[in-house]
């Protein structure tokens, strides 16, 4: 999200939907193992070191990239520690399946990560995460457990995850006197199979304050920590950034309950960043975004379960790229795109020529072929930034693919037209676009008719966000893919705390009979905002 200089006060009605009848999860054992991760007087407490001497695993479970039978889950302890992992079906834990983890230590920050594989489809899954000392295999840490659904085999059972982004944004960090972050507890309740993060996942360029008074005179009070009293510019700060989000007991429950698949965008690193960029910021000692970003990812892929950042069985070093396919099942695959860390310059946009784009050349070969080789009845293309929103950075230049011409394709426009063409004339059916990244939410129809680029299939793009940061206005289309803003909420001005203004987050719901695929945009305190149906198998929309 393009903003100016970070800061506390500057930019850096429908009916409920139905209540979800599936397959249940037991919620009473999961808030007793969230509440078992409060160490140190109360919810927001800051995991503490055990005094026992055994290893602790305060920071709570988490699970990433879930597919029919596998997934891989995350832990963090407080010392050096292996890491022990037992799958069930029953909450009794009476038959297990055990995976051998690995040993945690300060290499990564104490956190890891374990594959499981083998998994029946369409299952719950229950597991509990044991720490042991490595010197002495009988002194473990107080077990932590957590759930997930693997992915269907059967296009009967059909597929509802969540989706948003922005994340303790802009100096609204974890308020305990609204209950922290709680629309993760809304999401939760919603049981989803899956949530989608779209990006901004930390705000690293984001200082935390103790408090900031909003313009009624109330005020907005911030839990702190050191590495949230600056800018994060070392691998220990950055890990800091990810930790924060992790005091949240709201965030600890959801993660013990929901799996996720993450990307990132730019706050991970700095506000609107691209590759070779050398800063101009006074904050910074640091002032090469190549070096600030390889110590960000690392932090990235210590703190959350993404299968091409981690090594396999056997493997000595991982994929270590972002952009990645999450088959789920026969009804969807996710395409989650990275569309940060092969991008040019932001500049104004108007080249005639442009093979780098926002994706650079070669994820562009990736995603056409992947996308070709997909038989899922929905493609969902996970985007860190929007297609036809003009997202600007600074007086002259543009942060996303939009310039604010609306003529012919120039720029990274030209990138994107050519990925359209190709799912047109390829016939690839089932494409829409979610991403968050704008702080407020919206639905835009792309159609030919309308465009002054026509070589292309029509198409929806939702947007959903924040979940816990500043709300701002509505950013201006540009006109070349000729996008119609079906349906907008945003506030009126920028920087609408989480007081001033509800967060974000998107629903889909793919039926298994019709596969018919339902978006709902959601707002904070249950409300359904919009609601649109697709239809199966069809190259437009």
């Not at 800063?279 to 690392?298: F, G, H, P, Q």
């Not at 289309?477 to 000729?482: P, Q």
């Amino acid at each position: 999200m393009s903003q100016p200089t970070p800061g506390p006060a500057t930019r850096g009605p429908a009916a409920d939907g139905p209540a979800p009848a599936r397959r249940t999860v037991l919620r009473g054992s999961l808030a007793a193992s969230a509440a078992a991760l409060t160490v140190g007087g109360g919810p927001f407490a800051s995991p503490a070191f055990a005094l026992s001497g055994r290893p602790s695993a305060a920071w709570g479970v988490q699970t990433g990239d879930v597919t029919a039978h596998a997934g891989l889950v995350w832990v963090r302890s407080d010392r050096p520690a292996r890491m022990l992992v037992e799958t069930s079906a029953s909450e009794s834990f009476r038959r297990v399946h055990r995976h051998q983890g690995q040993l945690l230590g300060p290499g990564t920050d104490f956190t890891g990560t374990t594959a499981l594989r083998g998994l029946p489809a369409g299952e719950q899954i229950r597991y509990r995460v044991t720490l042991a000392d490595p010197d002495d295999p009988r002194r473990t840490g107080e077990p932590v457990t957590g759930t997930f659904r693997t992915a269907p085999e059967q296009r009967r059972d059909g597929v509802r995850f969540l989706w948003s982004g922005d994340i303790a944004g802009q100096g609204w960090g974890i308020n305990p006197d609204i209950g922290g972050f709680r629309a993760y507890e809304e999401m939760r309740r919603l049981d989803p199979d899956f949530f989608l993060c779209s990006g901004d996942t930390i705000y690293a360029d984001g200082v935390i304050q103790p408090s900031v008074t909003l313009p009624d005179g109330r005020i907005w009070r911030n839990i702190t920590t050191p590495e949230k009293s600056k800018v994060a510019e070392t691998l220990a700060e950055y890990r800091g950034n990810f930790r924060y989000n992790l005091l949240d007991h709201n965030v600890r429950a959801f993660n013990a309950q929901v799996p996720s698949i993450v990307q990132w965008d730019d706050h991970e690193v700095r506000n609107n960043w691209y590759p070779d960029q050398i800063l101009d910021d006074a904050r910074y000692t640091e002032k090469n975004i190549d070096v600030l970003s390889a110590r960000a990812s690392r932090a990235f892929a210590e703190y959350f379960p993404v299968s091409t950042l981690h090594a396999r069985a056997g493997e000595s070093r991982s994929e270590g790229r972002m952009h990645r396919v999450v088959r789920y099942g026969p009804l969807l695959d996710v395409f989650v795109l990275d569309m940060r860390s092969y991008r040019n310059a932001n500049s104004p946009g108007r080249q005639a020529d442009d093979t780098t784009g926002i994706l650079g050349a070669e994820q562009l070969e990736w995603l056409k072929r992947e996308l070709s080789r997909s038989r899922a009845v929905w493609k969902v293309l996970a985007a860190d930034m929007p297609l036809g929103l003009v997202v600007t950075d600074g007086a002259t230049d543009f942060e996303a693919v939009a310039q604010g011409d609306p003529g012919a394709p120039l720029g990274r426009e030209l990138q994107i037209a050519e990925l359209l063409r190709f799912i047109k004339h390829r016939r690839i059916t089932g494409t829409l676009w979610l991403t968050a990244d704008v702080h407020y939410t919206s639905a835009q129809h792309y159609a030919p008719e309308r465009a002054a680029f026509k070589d292309f299939a029509p198409f929806w793009e939702f947007v959903s966000g924040p979940l816990a940061a500043g709300g701002f206005p509505a950013n201006a289309l540009d006109g070349t893919f000729g996008p119609d803003r079906v349906f907008v909420r945003a506030p009126e001005r920028a920087n609408l705390s989480p007081m001033e203004t509800p967060q974000y987050f998107g629903e889909v719901d793919i039926d298994g009979d019709s596969g018919e695929l339902t978006v709902r945009l959601r707002a904070e305190g249950g409300l359904v905002l919009f609601s649109k149906t697709l239809q199966p198998g069809r190259v437009g929309q």
